[in-house]
């Protein structure tokens, strides 16, 4: 029934409003941004000088901000590999044995991910507020007064604070991830190595990391295009601040580019911050990489 | 730790799996109580809010939900997102699926080079190419108006739509198509009568999944949109927080967090179903 259609009318009207539109809106500024970041070009002006490479040179030679919030955004992405793959795995292992209330914990796990990150960027403004938030509320409650300070408003405490916040945030995600891949596991190697004498432990050894591992590596992705990408919870909690230190690159970007109007510059970023996703998620893929089980 | 079905008695199990128990409801607690907090902290005055942070108030102020929506301007940033929302969606799964339909039924030259390109888009961060943007809608004058947000999340949100669309309608058998062609219906009525009907859970997961994505979406509105009146919701809550800090009617912006999260939470208990089997569906699949 598949046959090479000869009159391709209907093809043109079926595709023709897609194509338009992603190929306007989507596909041609993305292209473009390789090209406006070899210019230097402030304000609207259309006066923009061809600098070549020299954004890219300022960005990675020239520019204190940008180290730094890159090294905010690695932290974001090493506290969530060492935090939020284990506690998910755990989390899924445990759901998918058949534990009592498995499909509300799922439930209750999960929504934090579908509320709107400024919503939860709020909602946790409010926890860290120093005046009546629930973390100092609960400090001074447990005699720990000399603990509770403005969270957001500190330089040590703010980048870790919206850390905590983004984990929160993601970690159902990574648990319905990996329970999905869990379950898609047949039971009877689990019923075979029971019957054998393997512990929970040998379980989830031997037979759920090696099954689930591609699971694992897309996992491992998403971690990374998250935390490099992160943007509204650093926004609307902090706006980058106290002084730079929770900016992450791509707040950055957003000042440069709407505030300070550097077009240019802020492009040769997010074109840095593309490659680097893309250049993290190829190593850790290969540093991964293992022997695909077959089942 | 339980042995397993065969050993032991259910008391035996029971016993085995509190401690695990335990942990799931810590974390659960982490998750749920802030959001307690929140409601319950929406019914107090502000006077209350300094001094007793723990207890329930024993007079719930609904005042100030009123306030929110009506004074804090939550109503109007609703309404805007229910407009932009329902109305990206629309155009979305419209014209996601008609393109879907094309590359899954019909057989011509280029179609899997538009299907790679389609699908390729998803790995582009938003913010790549958000400076090259925002000077094309200024240029269109698409800047600070619902046609240029709603343009942009159509366009935005295409690659993800069809994907899962075109997915769907390589399951459906073609013969039905042919049938409804053999008794003269135009290729337009066999899409629309036959085959997008039938594409229905499709259509639902692609629905949901635009909807979370729309309604919450915050970056490309703060760009596009400056003007208060035609603020969505994220970024409304997000503004009357950095306004609140000088006015400090807590109250209201709490209840307005109230306010933001209910549609989330009535959709997500209503579709909870595709909801989970959607976001893996991708995963397992690939």
């Known amino acids: 029934m598949r046959r090479l259609h000869k009159d391709i009318s209907p093809i043109l009207v079926f595709l023709s409003p897609a194509i338009i539109l992603y190929a306007a809106f989507f596909i041609f500024p993305m292209m473009q941004a390789f090209y406006i970041a070899l210019f230097r070009w402030r304000g609207l002006s259309e006066n923009k000088d061809f600098v070549g490479l020299q954004n890219f040179r300022g960005l990675l030679f ?21 935090v939020v793959i284990p506690l998910a795995l755990f989390f899924a292992f ?10 509300s914990y799922r439930a209750v796990y999960l929504f934090p991910n579908m509320i709107s990150v400024v919503a939860v960027a709020v909602l946790w403004s409010f926890v860290y507020n120093v005046n009546f938030g629930l973390l100092n509320a609960f400090l001074n409650g447990m005699g720990l007064e000399e603990l509770a300070v403005g969270w957001l408003g500190e330089p040590n405490t703010a980048l870790p604070a919206i850390i905590a916040t983004s984990i929160w945030y993601s970690l159902g995600f990574y648990v319905v991830l990996f329970l999905a891949g869990i379950q898609s596991i047949p039971p009877s190697f689990y019923e075979a190595a029971s019957i ?27 971690l990374i295009i998250h ?66 089980v077959e089942y | 730790m339980g042995r397993g079905r065969k050993t032991g008695g259910s008391a035996l199990r029971v016993l085995a ?47 100030n939900f009123v306030n929110a929506w009506q004074i804090a301007g939550i109503g109007r940033y609703f309404l805007n997102s229910v407009f932009v929302t329902s109305l990206s969606m629309f155009f979305i799964l419209l014209i996601g699926s008609m393109a879907a339909y094309a590359l899954a039924r019909f057989v011509f030259s280029g179609r899997d080079a538009i299907h790679t390109a389609f699908i390729s888009g998803m790995m582009f961060p938003v913010f790549l190419g958000i400076v090259p943007l925002f000077l094309l809608l200024g240029r269109l004058g698409m800047l600070d108006n ?11 949100s295409l690659s993800f739509t069809v994907f899962i669309m075109t997915g769907f309608f390589k399951t459906l058998p073609g013969e039905l198509a042919e049938a409804g062609l053999i008794d003269g219906c135009s290729q337009f009525a066999v899409f629309w009568r036959i085959m997008l009907p039938l594409a229905k859970p499709g259509l639902i997961t692609a629905g949901i999944f635009n909807f979370f994505g729309i309604w919450n979406e915050y970056p490309l509105a703060l760009i596009i949109i400056t003007e208060s ?53 991708g995963a397992l699949k690939g």
């Open chain 1, 196 to 222: 054998d004498g393997a512990s929970h432990f040998q379980l989830f050894r031997h037979i759920t990391i090696p099954l689930l591992w591609e699971i694992l590596k897309l996992g491992v992705v998403y």
């Open chain 2, 17 to 63: 799996a509190l401690p695990i128990q335990v942990v799931l409801i810590v974390y659960a607690i982490i998750v749920v109580y802030p959001m307690i907090w929140l409601l319950s902290a929406s019914l107090k005055t502000s006077y209350e809010l300094f001094t007793s942070p723990w207890l329930p108030t024993p007079s719930p102020q609904w005042q």
């Open chain 1, 227 to 292: 935390t490099l990408n992160i943007f509204g919870l650093v926004w609307v909690m902090t706006e980058g601040g106290p002084s730079n230190h929770t900016d992450t690159m791509l707040t950055y970007l957003y000042r440069l580019a709407f505030t300070e109007s550097n077009f240019g510059y802020a492009t040769a970023l997010g074109v840095v911050v593309f490659i680097l996703i893309f250049g993290i998620a190829l190593i850790s893929l290969r540093l991964m990489k293992r022997e695909v």
């Open chain 2, 146 to 156: 619902y046609f240029g947000l709603i343009t942009v999340y159509v366009a935005y």
């Open chain 1, 94 to 103: 445990v759901l998918s044995r058949r534990v009592a209330g498995a499909n």
């Open chain 2, 229 to 281: 009146n035609l603020r969505t919701l994220p970024l409304g809550i997000a503004n009357l927080l950095m306004v609140e800090h000088y006015k400090t009617n807590w109250g209201a912006l709490f209840a307005g967090l109230v306010i933001v999260m209910i549609p989330t939470l009535l959709v997500y208990l209503f579709f909870q179903r595709q909801i989970t089997e959607g976001l893996t569906a």
């Open chain 1, 62 to 82: 020239d520019d204190p901000i940008f180290w730094m919030a890159l090294k905010h955004n690695l932290a974001f992405l090493v506290v969530s590999l060492i």
